[in-house]
Nanobody
Framework: QVQLVESGGGLVQAGGSLRLSCAAS????????MGWYRQVPGKQRELVAR???????NYSDSVKGRFTIARDNAKNTVDLQMEPLKPKDTAVYYC?????????WGQGTQVTVSS
């Protein structure tokens, strides 16, 4: 059974930082592309950052230079360091795992940034 469990969300003031973590089980983590997505009510889920099995990185333009994604294949975790945070970063953040041809999602963690 595949499980992606996110942690680290919460309420923070603008300019602050948060670190999200996703613990994966039930997948071959080392060959998976891992990503973080976010969604606000009424909008589509959007990519925030992604890291391939080989360490290739993708960031959305809105978070480049502020967020950093990193993976630990020994621990089967992928983290998202977010700083400085802005009110527009407020969303539910989801961990994503892609192992061809399957896609898996975590349950989501709320991030709220106050102005």
């Amino acid at each position: 059974q595949v499980q992606l469990v996110e942690s680290g969300g919460g309420l923070v003031q603008a300019g602050g930082s948060l670190r999200l973590s996703c613990a994966a089980s039930g997948i071959r983590f080392s060959i998976a592309t891992m990503g973080w997505y976010r969604q606000v009510p009424g909008k589509q889920r959007e990519l925030v950052a992604r890291i391939t099995s080989g360490g290739g990185l993708n960031y959305s333009d809105s978070v480049k230079g502020r967020f950093t994604i990193a993976r630990d294949n020994a621990k089967n975790t992928v983290d998202l360091q977010m700083e400085p945070l802005k009110p527009k970063d407020t969303a539910v953040y989801y961990c994503n795992a892609y192992t061809v041809p399957n896609v898996y999602w975590g349950q989501g963690t709320q991030v709220t940034v106050s102005s």
